[in-house]
């Protein structure tokens, strides 16, 4: 199995802090990852860390995803509707966006969102795939391929006791106690070493606890837990076993082949985000315009792009 037993830079790692988180049929991966798949994988993200500037005035979405892989050499996998996957993008979904120097992953999640797709299944969104291919696509298409991860959180179900009546030390009693030659009372008065304060609660429900944290901020939509059917998340013997595609298991823990400090995690009133950055020593400076779409007559698709 894939034991994974650091938690890494996403929620597994922020939620310590809140005690005191092309196939057609579904698959599922339960072995570990090669180290030619993560190779694989890290060299396709790195390609998308390009900087790319663009100009899309009601450019149709094929456009824009040929657009990124051209630009950057990144592989990806655009999962697109058709008579055998109604579940897809739309390759005429028109989209306008405008960016001076951004990453072309932040590029793509930027298009992705105006793109679109069902919200009440979560919108698009993109993935690794074991191959080192970067699957685009609606939430629910992304679905349909899954892997088990076991996370350790005996560190996180640790409770530490706090011991409010503990015995006083009187040095004057055992100075003089010392200089008589011994004997005489105890130097330690008062306290109660048994008695100690926690949260009452069991393992069990700080392990439920930590289990709703993770279901409510991380694509709540999609776990079985609240009525979805992306994800399953179970404790059993201080793990968590997480049965989830790509896109929820590099919120809970990250890529192993990307470091922390490039990753970026914002939460609004729409849910969660977990943003790969740049290295810092790119010098890549990300601006972004967005312009909504005209409502209006369209203009001819224009796209240009340029990259440093």
């Known amino acids: 199995m894939n034991l994974r037993l650091g938690m890494g830079a996403a929620v597994i790692a922020g939620v310590s802090t809140l005690f005191p988180l092309t196939a057609i049929a579904q698959s599922s991966n339960i072995g570990p990852q090669s180290a030619q798949s993560l190779g694989a994988q890290r060299r396709a993200l790195g390609m998308l860390m390009k900087p790319m500037s663009v100009d899309y005035q009601q450019t149709p979405l094929e456009a824009v995803m040929k657009n990124i892989a ?20 739309d390759k005429e979904t028109l989209i306008t966006f405008t960016a001076q120097d951004l990453s072309a992953l932040s590029l793509l999640e930027a298009v992705l969102t105006q793109a679109g797709g069902d919200a009440a299944t979560g919108g698009s969104t993109w993935q690794m795939t074991e191959s080192g291919m970067i699957e685009v696509g609606p939430k629910e298409r992304l679905n349909r391929t899954k892997r088990l991860e076991i996370y350790d959180i ?5 409770e530490i006791h706090d011991y409010s009546d503990v015995p006083q030390f009187d040095l004057n009693s055992a100075l003089q106690a010392s200089s008589g030659g011994g004997g005489g009372s105890s130097p330690f008065s008062g306290g109660n070493t048994q008695t100690n304060q926690n949260t009452g609660k069991s393992e069990q429900d700080r392990a439920d606890e930590l289990i709703r944290l993770i279901v409510d901020l991380i ?5 079985t837990n609240n009525g979805g059917s992306g994800a399953t998340v179970r404790y059993y013997k201080k793990g968590l076993l997480v049965t989830a595609p790509d896109y929820i298991q590099r919120q809970i823990n990250g890529y192993p082949f990307w470091p922390a400090e490039q990753t970026q995690i914002d939460q609004d009133k729409r849910g969660r985000r977990v943003t790969l950055l740049p290295p810092k020593s790119s010098g890549i400076v990300q601006t972004a315009k967005i312009t909504p779409p005209a409502t209006t007559s369209t203009p001819a698709p224009s796209t240009t792009a340029e990259t440093k």
């Open 70 to 89: 051209d630009a950057t050499g990144a592989p990806l996998l655009v999962r697109w509707q058709d008579d055998r996957n109604p579940i897809g993008l």
């Open 154 to 158: 005996s560190d996180l179900l640790l």
């Open 219 to 223: 694509e709540p939509e999609q776990w």
